[in-house]
């Protein structure tokens, strides 16, 4: 591949990686409730997710997985799941915590070591499961490697377009957590917890709800 071609392909990941969706909405939970090392937990095991993907793809066994029957609608299904659940958690969360920020004042979000833990590996399985349970992650990866990848490439470039794709998007994740977590944000956020955490819980039932109309129409 080219420099150009490099580039260019850096360029489609950066958009990938930087477009809304549910992923900001999960890391801004993550930051909101348990400050920069969430998010960068989050990061890393979202980039993880990503780079299986990439992997995938830039190997040709996606090929194989997309020919066995169902795997892909049962992945989608899951992902509807998922997303149903979080969102779930997300809005009860949000509107308890408005409740008890007008009972008692603001409340401190997670001054406890084990609750924290807890809530690391929660964050890390969320960046992990919102990228695995999204086929339409591959499908990204299969438009834009498909214009790069030829049958004679080397083994080298395509372990340097896996690792270029997950190095963007664990780089920007990473990003968002240091700037979500810098104080004049997250204390802004933290004042309205539960209308922020509620609000981003609504928009993933909207989610849900589209890729589950989607499913049912292409059936």
Not at 160 to 186: E, Q, S
Request: proline share 2%; with cysteine.
């Amino acid at each position: 591949m080219q420099f150009s071609e490099w580039v260019l392909l850096a360029l489609s990941c950066f958009i990938g990686a930087s477009s809304p969706g549910p992923s900001i909405a999960l890391m801004i939970r993550a930051v909101l409730r348990d400050g920069r090392l969430a998010g960068l937990v989050f990061a890393v095991t979202h980039g993880f997710g990503i780079m299986l993907y990439a992997g995938l793809v830039s190997t040709g066994i996606i090929a194989v997985m997309l020919v066995v029957p169902g795997l892909m609608l049962a992945l989608q299904i899951l992902g509807v799941v998922f997303l149903l659940y979080v969102s779930r958690n997300m809005i009860s969360g949000g509107l308890k915590a408005r409740q008890e920020s007008s009972s008692f004042g603001n409340t401190d979000l997670n001054d406890d070591d084990t609750s924290s833990q807890k809530s690391l590996i929660t964050h890390g399985r969320d960046g992990f499961l919102i990228v695995f349970l999204n086929p339409k992650v591959a499908a990204f990866f299969l438009a834009i490697f498909s214009q790069f990848l030829s049958i004679d490439q080397s083994i080298l470039t395509r372990v340097g377009m896996t690792m270029l794709a997950w190095g963007i998007d664990t780089g920007w994740y990473v990003f968002m957590a240091f700037v979500l977590a810098m104080p004049v944000i997250l204390n802004k956020l933290r004042q309205h917890h539960g209308l922020v955490e509620a609000s981003m819980g609504g928009l993933l039932l909207l989610a849900a709800i589209a890729m589950l109309l989607r499913m049912v129409i292409s059936l």
